[in-house]
C-alpha cells in the first residue's frame, strides 16, 4: 500500500475549482435574441501596463472596435476606458448558427500614482490596439534657499525638497552645524 502525502491547499484548488464550474454554469442567463438560447458571455479586453522611463503604457487590445466606440476619462486619480461591442448576428438558412465572440459594453479603471498631469495623458488607436501613454509624476526636486544676514551678505544655505515637512527644533545640546529642512 502506497502513502500518499495529504495537501490541503491542492484540495481547496480543487473544490474551488469545482465550485466555480457548478455555480459558472448555473447563473449563466440565456440570451432571448432570435430565439437562441446561448449563455451570455461579458467581454473584458485584454490589457497590458508598462512602465518606461518617463511614462507608463497601457495597451488594450479592442479588436473590433473603432475610435469613436472608446471613451477614456480620468477622475481623481482613476483612469477609466470603456466602451461597447455590438454583437452582428447572421441569419442562417438551417436554422442555427454558433456565436463564440462575445460582446457588451465595458470599462476597465486603473488608478493612477497622485500627480500625473491629466493634460499631458496621449492616446492613439491603431488596428484595434488602443495605447494610453501617462507621463509619470515629477519627483519633488531639492531645492537651495540662501540665507542672508542682516548686513545683506548671503551666510549660507539651506538645503531641502519640496515635500519636506516642518520638523522640531533641534535640542539646546544639539551640534551647531545641524540644519532643519523646510519648505
Known sequence: MALVRWEPLRELNTLQ?????????????????SGALAPARQWIPAMDLVETDGAYILRADLPGLKRDDVKI??????????GERVAKHEQSTDGYYRIERASGSFARSLTLPSGV???????????????VRI??????????????TPDGAA????????????QDPPAADSSPDLVGATA
Open 17 to 33: 475549482h469545482e465550485m466555480n464550474r457548478l455555480f459558472g454554469g448555473f447563473f449563466e442567463q440565456p440570451t432571448g435574441q
Open 73 to 82: 476619462e480620468l477622475e481623481q486619480n482613476v483612469l477609466t476606458i470603456s
Open 117 to 131: 498631469d491629466a493634460d499631458r495623458i496621449e492616446a492613439t488607436f491603431a488596428d484595434g490596439v488602443l495605447e
Open 135 to 148: 507621463p509619470t509624476p515629477e519627483q519633488p526636486r531639492p531645492r537651495r534657499v540662501e540665507i542672508s
Open 155 to 166: 551666510a549660507g544655505t539651506v538645503e531641502g525638497t519640496e515635500a519636506a515637512t516642518v
